[in-house]
Antibody
Framework: EVQLVESGGGLVQPGGSLRLSCAASGFTFSSYWMHWVRQAPGKGLVWVSRINSDGSSTSYADSVKGRFTISRDNAKNTLYLQMNSLRAEDTAVYYC???????????????WGQGTLVTVSS | EIVLTQSPATLSLSPGERATLSCRASQSVSSYLAWYQQKPGQAPRLLIYDASNRATGIPARFSGSGSGTDFTLTISSLEPEDFAVYYCQQRSNWPPGFGQGTRLEIK
């Protein structure tokens, strides 16, 4: 069974940093592109970032470019999102999601974690 | 950036009825459109990808159609567990984006 379990969320002051983790199991982690998608309270879904299967290629939404860094450790089956210079508008539930198809990127989100809440407030 | 507009914002129906949800793109996305279902307090779930392909484990009452700029998600006969928020998502142009959602509520 595919499982994605996020952790690392919490309350942080504006300008602060946080690192999210997503522990993957039930599939060959190193064969899939992975994504982060966020959802502000009561709002819709917004794609944040993606990383290829070996970690050599990354992409970001303009709203987080230069502040967030996606990475992965295939030996630990774990995805990360380092978030720096956090703003109030970054407040959201952050979901990690597995790409739909093995070995390529479709930018469809076939499996999702349960999400972790990040609150940016003073 | 492509804008996806979903309609209606809220749809009120009864179990057993047919639901038709619409997603319109501001420019063509070919067939690169997906649909997701999200229940309160849960993560989204992929229902349909590339306009008309059901994802693994999705019941046959869910179907998708359309191409270019106009897409439809149809639920042929609503079950109680189908009442949720539905989002469309395009992967044709950068960046990938979602519609604002349609809330399907029990009448």
């Amino acid at each position: 069974e595919v499982q994605l379990v996020e952790s690392g969320g919490g309350l942080v002051q504006p300008g602060g940093s946080l690192r999210l983790s997503c522990a993957a199991s039930g599939f060959t982690f190193s064969s899939y592109w992975m994504h982060w998608v966020r959802q502000a309270p009561g709002k819709g879904l917004v794609w944040v970032s993606r990383i290829n299967s070996d970690g050599s290629s990354t992409s970001y939404a303009d709203s987080v470019k230069g502040r967030f860094t996606i990475s992965r450790d295939n030996a630990k089956n774990t995805l990360y999102l380092q978030m720096n210079s956090l703003r109030a508008e970054d407040t959201a539930v952050y979901y990690c999601a597995r790409d739909r198809q093995e070995g390529t990127v479709t930018t469809n989100f076939g499996y999702w974690g349960q999400g972790t809440l990040v609150t940016v407030s003073s | 950036e492509i804008v996806l507009t979903q309609s209606p914002a809220t749809l009120s129906l009864s179990p057993g009825e047919r639901a038709t949800l619409s997603c319109r793109a501001s420019q063509s996305v070919s067939s690169y459109l997906a649909w997701y279902q999200q229940k309160p307090g849960q993560a989204p779930r992929l229902l349909i990808y590339d306009a008309s392909n059901r994802a693994t484990g999705i019941p046959a009452r869910f179907s998708g159609s359309g191409s270019g700029t106009d897409f439809t998600l149809t639920i042929s006969s609503l079950e109680p567990e189908d009442f949720a928020v539905y989002y469309c998502q395009q992967r044709s142009n950068w960046p990938p984006g979602f519609g604002q959602g349609t809330r399907l509520e029990i009448k």
